[in-house]
């Protein structure tokens, strides 16, 4: 008689059929994709036979040495790494023999630590950055800090790269990524003159613990020379609108004291000192403005060898103020930055880019680029429309800026647009070097930006593995639908 059911029907509950089966089958041995021993003991997950065999790298059937079978059975994967086809035979009184083929990586080789940065472990800053790998996956990473200071005092641990080495970073962790290097990073660690030692601990891709010291020696004798200083912003001689103003610099040593004096119509004041960054990055906000003003800044290294270096600015006839800017503005490469300007005869630029200035004062720059750090800067400059025509002297002349490494002290630097493949915008915000470096030309000064390469491939098994849930809900929905099928055909029957 022929079949009540059409032909697509059949051959999609037959694909069904077999997914099911497939994937009881793939569940029913319990045999991980990588193992880090040769022998391994494999949960069997079923009933109902008697004996058991195992091949490696081998499907024939008569050469199986059949055993009794057991819940849990030992299987001898060979010497040496690589990877092997695992054949199970399983046996039933009635003769029924059943098959099943697992594909498994053996990698004996131990867990590792390598220290990527620094290169050197006698250091002259008082505090550490540190990036290192893990030979391949480790979970649970975490970072203990000795010395004469304090004992196994915790540190922040930062996920770097989940995968392999410079592969697509923070990659959500998977069972088939067990066997790819971990990257992670230590920031800002103190340390005290003499030895002090960083404690690396996790555990395998196996759950076993792992530690791993390592010995950083702070010797301040090491610093022969004086820490270099470079003036940012204000330039020497500029004019500056407001009633107080900001001094932004970069020092080669970011374990340097900066400080300030500024003398003024009224005599010298008092010395003020800088927030310097781990950059190098150096700042002084909310500094007073008289109508003249010399400054002279000075950097001091841990061995006081110093340098010093001074300027002088005056306070503007006119006021140049700049809007607020939103934060969510803030999250964007480009902004948009309007303000006023209590003259008409003069061109207003704002972190390089020619703002539009209107008759009534009130200007707009578009496309404004946002610095890629922690701290967003925003400087105005108006320039008379009678000197150079109002262009800035940046576009002609521009300043002294940092070396190009400014941004990667301690890793390459990320752009904002990367975030989305962080976590969550507090994991990269705080993996981001901590650096107020106003950007003071067009983006294409900055240094080059490090894309993410494509996501790493998976093998079959791997996906398999990855989606069994999918697998298994796949099978359960052919089951029922052939059921009902089978149900309407019993049915239409007369």
């Given at each position: 008689?022929?079949?009540?059911?059409?032909?697509?029907?059949r051959?999609?509950a037959?694909?069904?059929?077999i997914?099911?089966?497939?994937q009881?089958?793939g569940?029913?041995?319990?045999?991980p994709?990588?193992?880090?021993?040769?022998?391994?003991?494999?949960?069997?997950?079923?009933?109902?036979?008697?004996?058991?065999?195992?091949?490696?790298?081998?499907?024939?059937?008569?050469?199986?040495?059949?055993?009794?079978?057991?819940?849990?059975?030992?299987?001898?994967?060979?010497p040496?790494?690589?990877?092997?086809e695992?054949?199970?035979?399983?046996?039933?009184?009635n003769?029924?023999?059943?098959r099943?083929?697992?594909?498994?990586?053996?990698?004996?080789?131990p867990?590792?630590?390598?220290?990527?940065r620094?290169?050197?472990?006698?250091?002259?800053?008082?505090?550490?950055?540190?990036?290192?790998?893990?030979?391949?996956?480790?979970?649970?990473?975490t970072?203990?800090?000795?010395?004469?200071?304090?004992?196994?005092?915790?540190?922040?641990?930062?996920?770097?790269?989940?995968?392999t080495?410079?592969?697509?970073?923070?990659?959500?962790?998977?069972?088939?990524?067990?066997?790819?290097?971990?990257?992670?990073?230590?920031s800002?660690?103190?340390?005290?003159?003499?030895?002090?030692?960083?404690?690396?601990?996790?555990?395998?891709?196996?759950?076993?613990?792992?530690?791993?010291?390592?010995?950083?020696?702070?010797?301040?004798?090491?610093?022969?020379?004086?820490?270099?200083?470079?003036?940012?912003?204000?330039r020497?001689?500029?004019?500056?609108?407001?009633?107080?103003?900001?001094?932004?610099?970069y020092?080669d040593?970011?374990?340097?004291?900066?400080?300030?004096?500024?003398?003024?119509?009224?005599?010298?004041?008092?010395?003020?000192?800088?927030?310097?960054?781990?950059?190098?990055?150096?700042?002084?906000?909310?500094?007073?403005?008289?109508?003249?003003?010399?400054i002279?800044?000075?950097?001091?290294n841990?061995?006081?060898?110093?340098?010093?270096?001074?300027?002088?600015?005056?306070?503007?006839?006119?006021?140049?103020?700049?809007?607020?800017?939103?934060?969510?503005?803030?999250?964007?490469?480009?902004?948009?930055?309007?303000?006023r300007?209590?003259?008409?005869?003069?061109?207003?630029w704002?972190?390089g880019?020619?703002?539009?200035?209107?008759?009534?004062?009130?200007?707009?720059?578009?496309?404004?680029?946002?610095?890629?750090?922690?701290?967003?800067?925003?400087?105005a400059?108006a320039?008379?429309n009678?000197?150079?025509?109002?262009?800035?002297?940046?576009?002609?002349?521009?300043?002294?800026?940092?070396?190009?490494?400014?941004?990667?002290?301690?890793?390459?630097?990320?752009?904002?647009?990367?975030?989305?493949?962080?976590?969550?915008?507090?994991d990269?915000?705080?993996?981001?070097?901590?650096?107020?470096?106003?950007?003071?030309?067009?983006?294409?000064?900055?240094?080059?930006?490090?894309?993410?390469?494509?996501?790493?491939?998976?093998?079959?098994?791997?996906l398999?593995?990855?989606?069994?849930?999918a697998?298994?809900?796949?099978?359960?929905?052919?089951?029922?639908?052939?059921?009902?099928?089978?149900?309407?055909r019993h049915?239409?029957?007369?």
């Open positions: 008689m022929p079949s009540a059911f059409p032909k697509w029907f051959v999609v037959l694909f069904l059929w997914a099911t089966v497939s009881q089958a569940a029913v041995v319990q045999l994709a990588r193992v880090s021993t040769n022998l391994v003991a494999v949960p069997i997950l079923i009933s109902g036979f008697n004996h058991v065999a195992v091949l490696i790298n081998n499907t024939n059937l008569p050469a199986a040495r059949w055993q009794p079978f057991q819940q849990h059975i030992l299987v001898d994967l060979g040496g790494d690589g990877t092997r695992v054949c199970f035979f399983l046996a039933q009184t003769g029924a023999i059943y099943i083929i697992k594909e498994v990586v053996v990698d004996t080789t867990l590792r630590f390598v220290l990527d620094p290169t050197n472990q006698v250091v002259t800053l008082p505090f550490l950055d540190l990036v290192g790998h893990f030979t391949r996956y480790a979970e649970s990473a970072a203990t800090l000795s010395n004469a200071q304090t004992n196994s005092a915790s540190l922040e641990v930062l996920i770097v790269h989940l995968g080495r410079d592969a697509w970073p923070f990659l959500p962790y998977s069972r088939g990524q067990k066997g790819r290097s971990l990257t992670i990073s230590v800002d660690a103190p340390l005290t003159p003499g030895t002090n030692t960083v404690t690396v601990r996790a555990r395998d891709q196996d759950g076993h613990p792992f530690t791993s010291n390592l010995v950083f020696v702070l010797d301040y004798s090491r610093l022969t020379n004086a820490p270099r200083l470079t003036l940012l912003t204000p020497d001689g500029a004019s500056l609108s407001g009633d107080s103003f900001s001094i932004r610099g020092t040593d970011p374990g340097a004291t900066v400080t300030a004096r500024i003398t003024t119509e009224a005599g010298t004041g008092d010395m003020i000192e800088a927030e310097v960054e781990t950059s190098g990055i150096f700042w002084f906000d909310e500094v007073p403005l008289a109508r003249s003003n010399r002279e800044i000075v950097a001091t841990a061995r006081q060898l110093t340098t010093m270096t001074n300027f002088t600015i005056t306070k503007a006839a006119y006021r140049l103020v700049i809007d607020p800017v939103s934060d969510a503005a803030l999250l964007e490469p480009w902004v948009r930055v309007t303000g300007i209590d003259v008409t005869n003069h061109t207003v704002i972190n880019v020619r703002a539009a200035v209107k008759p009534d004062g009130t200007w707009a720059a578009e496309r404004v680029p946002v610095p890629p750090s922690n701290t967003a800067i925003f400087e400059t320039i008379p009678s000197e150079n025509g109002g262009l800035h002297p940046f576009v002609t002349n521009p300043p002294a800026l940092p070396p190009a490494g400014l941004l990667l002290d301690r890793n390459v630097p990320l752009s904002q647009s990367e975030a989305d493949y962080f976590p969550n915008p507090q990269w915000k705080a993996y981001l070097q901590k650096s107020s470096l106003m950007l003071v030309q067009s983006p294409t000064n900055l240094p080059p930006l490090r894309r993410p390469p494509p996501i790493p491939s998976r093998t079959w098994p791997e398999v593995q990855e989606n069994a849930a697998f298994r809900l796949i099978g359960v929905a052919g089951v029922v639908l052939l059921a009902l099928a089978l149900l309407l049915r239409s029957r007369p």
